[in-house]
Structure formats: structure tokens, C-alpha cells
């Protein structure tokens, strides 16, 4: 099945300083990415739908200039978290769909990252 | 607002018992449903996808869908301590020529020994 690679799978930064995370999807080319938030026992919540050479777009709630994204070619999508604070320490999980699947077919999950803020 | 209901749990069954997880969503026009499972500090991972009414079997696990009810449930037969997980149920909106997955919050699942 299709792959989705993220990096790094764990980050810890000290607060104010930026974090950048990659989303590549590696045997296929994924026109739309999502990127979600998971803090502890809770749901993933969609942050934002990434897209291929267009603007990103973005869930009620969040704030673009904070959560930057970048999907500037076909396999490969970045989310960074501008000036980090403590309350942003979460797990982020991006996902894609292989097009070749169609559009109701499943999402294919990166391995997520733990983001810690100190 | 469209939302996906899950009992948060935990559900706790004895190994070999069926767990039912159960699921409920509030958008009509849903079109496709998915069950994921979700060891902690990990990423989901399909387990059951289902587009019609009815019953779906793949093995172990069983996924129903009622599009009258808005309810889809997950049965579990001869569970086994290793399906323990957080089970998230997941229902794609159409949204834009495209269709937007939306997340219930899962429910815990304890398979004991």
C-alpha cells in the first residue's frame, strides 16, 4: 500500500523558537494532504487541508500564520508552528490519499510527531 | 457542524468475548465510513471501511452501517489481548468535489486475559 513518511517523530523545543515537520508521501503523488492535532485522549481534530501549488486551507480555529503550511510539490508537504508555546505541545499526524484510489478510499497516516514545548 | 460520536470508554471484555464499538454521526449526505485503530503514541490504521447499508465482514472484525439510524458499529469476534487499542471511527463529508474525513473521539478497548 501507499506510504506516508513523517519527520521528525519526535521534537522537543524550547518555547518561542519554530518547528518545522515534513510530510512526504513516498510511492505516490498526493495532490491533497491533511494535517491533524491529537492531544491525549482526545480525537484528531483537522488542522488544515494541504494543497499542491495553491494555499493551504485552513479548519475554523486555526490560525494560519501560526500553522504554516507548505505543499510545494506532489509528495512532499511541511506544517510549521511558528513561535511555539507550551499549550501547542501535541501529536501532529498528516495524511494522504493515493488519487490512483479514488476519492473515498482510505487515508494513509505519516507516523506522527510528538511535539513537546518546554 | 458535523461531529462523529463515540462512547470514550474504556470497553472492557475478556479475551475471546465480541466487543461492539458503536458510532454515530450527524451529517446525512456522509458517504463512506471507516473504522481506524490506534495503539497510544501511534499513528491510526485502517481496520474496516464501508460504504452501504448493511453488514461487511473481513476477518475477525464486522462493521455495520444504518444510513437511517446515522450509525455504524465495529464487532470484534474471539478478541485477543493484542486488540486492545483506542478504535476511532471516521466519516468522509463531501466537500468541494472532494470528501473531508471527520474523527469521533474513539473508544478505548481493553482486552483481558
Known amino acids: 500500500g501507499a506510504v506516508v513518511s513523517q519527520h521528525p517523530s519526535r521534537v522537543i523545543c524550547k518555547s518561542g523558537t519554530s518547528v518545522k515537520i515534513e510530510c512526504r508521501s513516498l510511492d505516490f503523488q498526493a495532490t491533497t494532504m491533511f494535517w491533524y492535532r491529537q492531544f491525549p485522549k482526545q480525537s484528531l481534530m483537522l488542522m488544515a487541508t494541504?494543497?499542491?501549488?495553491?494555499?493551504?486551507?485552513?479548519e475554523q480555529g486555526v490560525e494560519k500564520d501560526k500553522f504554516l503550511i507548505n505543499h510545494a510539490s506532489l509528495t512532499l508537504s511541511t506544517l510549521t508552528v511558528t513561535s511555539a508555546h507550551p499549550e501547542d505541545s501535541s501529536f501532529y499526524i498528516c495524511?494522504?490519499?493515493?488519487?490512483?484510489?479514488?476519492?473515498?478510499?482510505?487515508?494513509?497516516f505519516g507516523s506522527g510527531t510528538q511535539l513537546s514545548v518546554l | 457542524q458535523k461531529e462523529v460520536e463515540q462512547n470514550s470508554g474504556p470497553l472492557s471484555v475478556p479475551e475471546g468475548a465480541i466487543a461492539s464499538l458503536n458510532c454515530t454521526y450527524s451529517d446525512r449526505v456522509s458517504q463512506s465510513f471507516f473504522w481506524y485503530r490506534q495503539y497510544s503514541g501511534k499513528s491510526p490504521e485502517l481496520i474496516m471501511s464501508?460504504?452501504?447499508?448493511g453488514d461487511k465482514e473481513d476477518g475477525r472484525f464486522t462493521a455495520q452501517l444504518n444510513k437511517a439510524s446515522q450509525y455504524v458499529s465495529l464487532l470484534i469476534r474471539d478478541s485477543q489481548p493484542s486488540d486492545s487499542a483506542t478504535y476511532l471511527c471516521a466519516v468522509n463529508n463531501p466537500s468541494g468535489g472532494s470528501y473531508i474525513p471527520t474523527f469521533g473521539r474513539g473508544t478505548s478497548l481493553i482486552v483481558h486475559p
Open positions: 495524511s494522504a490519499r493515493d488519487p490512483e484510489q479514488g476519492s473515498f478510499e482510505k487515508l494513509f
Open positions: 494541504s494543497n499542491e501549488g495553491s494555499k493551504a486551507t485552513y
Open positions: 464501508i460504504y452501504s447499508n
